[in-house]
């Protein structure tokens, strides 16, 4: 029988009060955004909003918690932005969205930093048992991000990079769930050649976790060819953007199969409508009946992509409408 | 050659046979008196009232036209003194709008994204008034900077409408009844702020549709520009000649004119303003500098077609700094027409010859 989590990408708004004394504290310019060593203040501000992200998301019954990434000043480049082999400069459009992040700059040999990690350990304590989910930017679109000075060769680049994020998996306290955002799968595409080192990537971070790694591309659909790399990675789920794309979503799965467990993008993380739940458990069993006899072990309700896109109020609501909508989806199934 | 939609704002006064129109974008530094004066009102405690602030902001907008007419330019603005943000003080007038709070666009700068949660509807005038108190104000043609239906629909959350072309063409019926409005009122020459163009330029198609709307019915001789900023212009040149508006604003001065051959072919068949001023470096160029900016418009098309501006709004700049950009930037333009009144000025236009041709 199928199970329902519902959950999250992660990268979450910060709350209002944190939006004015993180502003106050940091300032606004991009030499004031996080470089991994900040002090006692800011820490304690964070720390703050931390909690009650991991509130919210208990409060509205989500079956994952994932710390929120509220310091993640550079959106999914964050990682590589504290880390000392990288300099940041200036600030740059992030994907097509009016959003910008400063490019991080390889310049010597990359090393973990641990500062995920150490997030985690937070947020471990914070959830008192709850399942935890790590969030990370996917090694493909990580590299993507950022811009290589250090390793001359894209395909080094992208086996450091994958490296580097192993590294960051390793140091991670235990988890249930592993999200590995890969935008750039749609937004760039791999090309040949390209698509077959980017699975391997995705293949190697995957690999050093036990926990069940979910790999959501999103803004739209998987090029055929892509989505069937991907598949021969050792991973748990796909995630499918249905909000920006139904149709190829659908044409792939049914044309190269998916692996057990799925996610599901259908509630919107980049608009302020909020979908009512018994709207997106139709749509889970509408995208069971396109697919007829598949059965799938875990189905993943979330939101399609991060959701530090929405004010902080219908960011909630959004997280109360995705538990729902699971409990709605357990009971039809039962 | 002349160019009468352009010389109708041609001062009486001006002394050379040459006239590059010189103006601005349209946002300028708010006096901190201003900003003080909107805590205080915004303050439930201070006694400091609607009228009080109505007040502060008569001022202000007083105040920063007189500057723009003393550093000599040819069209004023008020320096959108009354305005907060440019999508929010749209959407705060427009029926169907809601706010939920704050979102970030990078760092800890954020805005108050708003929702179009219902039919979007015109309900009262959003700019005659600063208008008809700039245009009093002043002896000067008034400029009025108004932002385009498609970045009003592109940076608002869309709960209401199938897709973003389909509110894009709502709004832009809501423009033009505001322009429309503004052109009773006496306004001659407007411009349309379109900087989500730029972000997404596989979009100038239904850019160019609602400009066909918003200009529907509008008398022949008002001005109308557009200003696009912070692009890649190769991706909507020249697609963007097609578009029924007089003028294109154009930030060229930041890249340094990297992106001016761009402009150069096909032949460019509007009249060019010409970001001659960085709007983001805190530092004034000098008159000679501007000078040479200046001519790099005169590659692209012949003083006839030249208007003369900075980059984009100078909010961001410290006050002083912005006044002179702007007191230089006339110096410049006057010098640069007295050269071409004396025939000292050869600069050759269009297309470079290709140099294995």
Same mark, same amino acid.
């Given at each position: 029988?199928?199970?329902?989590?519902?959950?999250?990408?992660?990268?979450?708004?910060?709350?209002?009060?944190?939006?004015?004394?993180?502003?106050?504290?940091?300032?606004?310019?991009?030499?004031?955004?996080?470089?991994?060593?900040?002090?006692?203040?800011?820490?304690?501000?964070?720390?703050?909003?931390?909690?009650?992200?991991?509130?919210?998301?208990?409060?509205?019954?989500?079956?994952?918690?994932?710390?929120?990434?509220?310091?993640?000043?550079?959106?999914?480049?964050?990682?590589?932005?504290?880390?000392?082999?990288?300099?940041?400069?200036?600030?740059?459009?992030?994907?097509?969205?009016?959003?910008?992040?400063?490019?991080?700059?390889?310049?010597?040999?990359?090393?973990?930093?641990?500062?995920?990690?150490?997030?985690?350990?937070?947020?471990?304590?914070?959830?008192?048992?709850?399942?935890?989910?790590?969030?990370?930017?996917?090694?493909?679109?990580?590299?993507?991000?950022?811009?290589?000075?250090?390793?001359?060769?894209?395909?080094?680049?992208?086996?450091?990079?994958?490296?580097?994020?192993?590294?960051?998996?390793?140091?991670?306290?235990?988890?249930?769930?592993?999200?590995?955002?890969?935008?750039?799968?749609?937004?760039?595409?791999?090309?040949?050649?390209?698509?077959?080192?980017?699975?391997?990537?995705?293949?190697?971070?995957?690999?050093?976790?036990?926990?069940?790694?979910?790999?959501?591309?999103?803004?739209?659909?998987?090029?055929?060819?892509?989505?069937?790399?991907?598949?021969?990675?050792?991973?748990?789920?796909?995630?499918?953007?249905?909000?920006?794309?139904?149709?190829?979503?659908?044409?792939?799965?049914?044309?190269?199969?998916?692996?057990?467990?799925?996610?599901?993008?259908?509630?919107?993380?980049?608009?302020?409508?909020?979908?009512?739940?018994?709207?997106?458990?139709?749509?889970?069993?509408?995208?069971?009946?396109?697919?007829?006899?598949?059965?799938?072990?875990?189905?993943?309700?979330?939101?399609?992509?991060?959701?530090?896109?929405?004010?902080?109020?219908?960011?909630?609501?959004?997280?109360?409408?995705?538990?729902?909508?699971?409990?709605?989806?357990?009971?039809?199934?039962? | 050659?002349?160019?009468?939609?352009?010389?109708?704002?041609?001062?009486?006064?001006?002394?050379?046979?040459?006239?590059?129109?010189?103006?601005?974008?349209?946002?300028?530094?708010?006096?901190?008196?201003?900003?003080?004066?909107?805590?205080?009102?915004?303050?439930?405690?201070?006694?400091?009232?609607?009228?009080?602030?109505?007040?502060?902001?008569?001022?202000?907008?007083?105040?920063?036209?007189?500057?723009?007419?003393?550093?000599?330019?040819?069209?004023?603005?008020?320096?959108?003194?009354?305005?907060?943000?440019?999508?929010?003080?749209?959407?705060?007038?427009?029926?169907?709008?809601?706010?939920?709070?704050?979102?970030?666009?990078?760092?800890?700068?954020?805005?108050?994204?708003?929702?179009?949660?219902?039919?979007?509807?015109?309900?009262?005038?959003?700019?005659?008034?600063?208008?008809?108190?700039?245009?009093?104000?002043?002896?000067?043609?008034?400029?009025?900077?108004?932002?385009?239906?498609?970045?009003?629909?592109?940076?608002?959350?869309?709960?209401?409408?199938?897709?973003? *072309? %389909?509110?894009? #063409? /709502? &709004? @832009?019926?809501?423009?033009?009844?505001?322009?429309?409005?503004?052109? !009773?009122?006496?306004?001659?020459?407007?411009?349309?702020?379109?900087?989500?163009?730029?972000?997404?330029?596989?979009?100038?198609?239904?850019?160019?549709?609602?400009?066909?709307?918003?200009?529907?019915?509008?008398?022949?001789?008002?001005?109308?520009?557009?200003?696009?900023?912070?692009?890649?212009?190769?991706?909507?040149?020249?697609?963007?000649?097609?578009?029924?508006? *007089? %003028?294109?604003? #154009? /930030? &060229? @001065?930041?890249?340094?004119?990297?992106?001016?051959?761009?402009?150069? !072919?096909?032949?460019?068949?509007?009249?060019?303003?010409?970001?001659?001023?960085?709007?983001?470096?805190?530092?004034?160029?000098?008159?000679?500098?501007?000078?040479?900016?200046?001519?790099?418009?005169?590659?692209?098309?012949?003083?006839?077609?030249?208007?003369?501006?900075?980059?984009?709004?100078?909010?961001?700049?410290?006050?002083?700094?912005?006044?002179?950009?702007?007191?230089?930037?006339?110096?410049?333009?006057?010098?640069?027409?007295?050269?071409?009144?004396?025939?000292?000025? !050869?600069?050759?236009?269009?297309?470079?010859?290709?140099?294995?041709?």
């Amino acid at each position: 029988m199928t199970e329902y989590v519902s959950t999250t990408p992660g990268l979450y708004p910060l709350p209002d009060w944190a939006k004015d004394d993180l502003s106050d504290l940091k300032g606004h310019q991009k030499h004031d955004l996080i470089s991994g060593d900040e002090g006692e203040a800011i820490t304690a501000a964070y720390e703050e909003a931390r909690d009650e992200v991991i509130g919210v998301q208990q409060d509205a019954g989500l079956d994952r918690v994932v710390e929120g990434q509220l310091r993640w000043d550079d959106m999914l480049a964050h990682p590589l932005a504290v880390a000392d082999a990288v300099e940041t400069r200036g600030i740059v459009r992030y994907y097509d969205n009016n959003n910008f992040y400063r490019e991080p700059v390889v310049q010597d040999d990359l090393e973990p930093t641990g500062d995920v990690a150490s997030e985690l350990e937070a947020t471990a304590e914070l959830a008192a048992g709850d399942d935890l989910q790590a969030v990370l930017p996917g090694p493909y679109s990580l590299a993507d991000l950022a811009t290589d000075e250090q390793y001359g060769d894209e395909a080094d680049f992208l086996g450091a990079i994958a490296d580097f994020l192993e590294g960051e998996v390793d140091a991670f306290p235990e988890h249930e769930t592993l999200f590995l955002l890969e935008p750039s799968l749609v937004e760039n595409a791999p090309e040949d050649g390209q698509d077959e080192r980017a699975s391997e990537a995705i293949d190697q971070v995957a690999s050093a976790t036990d926990a069940d790694v979910v790999v959501q591309p999103y803004w739209g659909a998987l090029e055929e060819k892509v989505y069937a790399h991907l598949l021969d990675a050792d991973i748990d789920a796909v995630g499918f953007d249905f909000v920006a794309n139904q149709d190829d979503n659908l044409y792939n799965i049914q044309e190269y199969g998916a692996p057990d467990d799925i996610a599901l993008g259908l509630a919107d993380g980049q608009n302020t409508l909020v979908e009512d739940p018994e709207a997106i458990r139709d749509r889970v069993e509408w995208v069971e009946g396109q697919l007829g006899v598949t059965e799938f072990e875990t189905v993943y309700l979330t939101t399609n992509t991060e959701t530090f896109y929405l004010p902080y109020g219908k960011y909630v609501e959004k997280l109360e409408v995705l538990a729902e909508a699971a409990d709605l989806a357990e009971v039809t199934a039962a | 050659m002349t160019n009468e939609n352009k010389d109708q704002f041609r001062p009486p006064e001006h002394d050379s046979d040459h006239f590059l129109l010189t103006t601005v974008v349209g946002s300028y530094p708010k006096p901190k008196w201003l900003n003080r004066a909107k805590e205080l009102y915004e303050d439930d405690d201070h006694g400091f009232d609607a009228d009080d602030y109505q007040e502060a902001k008569d001022d202000a907008s007083r105040l920063i036209t007189n500057e723009h007419e003393r550093a000599g330019l040819d069209v004023v603005v008020d320096g959108e003194m009354r305005r907060n943000e440019m999508v929010e003080f749209f959407a705060h007038r427009i029926d169907g709008y809601e706010f939920n709070g704050p979102v970030k666009v990078w760092g800890h700068n954020y805005f108050d994204k708003p929702s179009v949660v219902s039919e979007v509807e015109y309900d009262d005038s959003w700019l005659v008034d600063e208008y008809e108190f700039t245009a009093d104000a002043s002896d000067r043609p008034v400029k009025v900077p108004i932002t385009g239906p498609y970045t009003l629909a592109n940076w608002s959350f869309n709960e209401a409408y199938e897709d973003d *072309d %389909e509110l894009t #063409l /709502e &709004l @832009a019926d809501l423009v033009n009844e505001e322009i429309e409005k503004l052109v !009773d009122a006496g306004a001659r020459y407007i411009q349309i702020d379109e900087p989500a163009l730029a972000t997404t330029p596989d979009d100038h198609a239904i850019v160019g549709e609602a400009l066909e709307r918003i200009v529907a019915d509008l008398p022949e001789d008002v001005r109308i520009g557009l200003h696009v900023c912070y692009g890649d212009y190769s991706r909507i040149y020249p697609e963007i000649l097609e578009f029924p508006v *007089d %003028e294109f604003d #154009l /930030e &060229l @001065a930041n890249g340094d004119y990297d992106q001016l051959d761009v402009f150069k !072919d096909p032949e460019f068949t509007k009249d060019l303003a010409l970001g001659v001023c960085d709007a983001h470096v805190a530092e004034v160029e000098s008159v000679e500098q501007i000078e040479e900016n200046i001519k790099k418009g005169l590659e692209v098309v012949p003083p006839e077609q030249l208007v003369v501006s900075p980059d984009c709004g100078v909010k961001l700049l410290p006050r002083e700094v912005a006044y002179g950009k702007m007191a230089n930037m006339v110096q410049a333009a006057r010098n640069v027409e007295d050269d071409l009144d004396a025939g000292t000025i !050869d600069i050759e236009r269009g297309a470079p010859t290709p140099a294995d041709d």
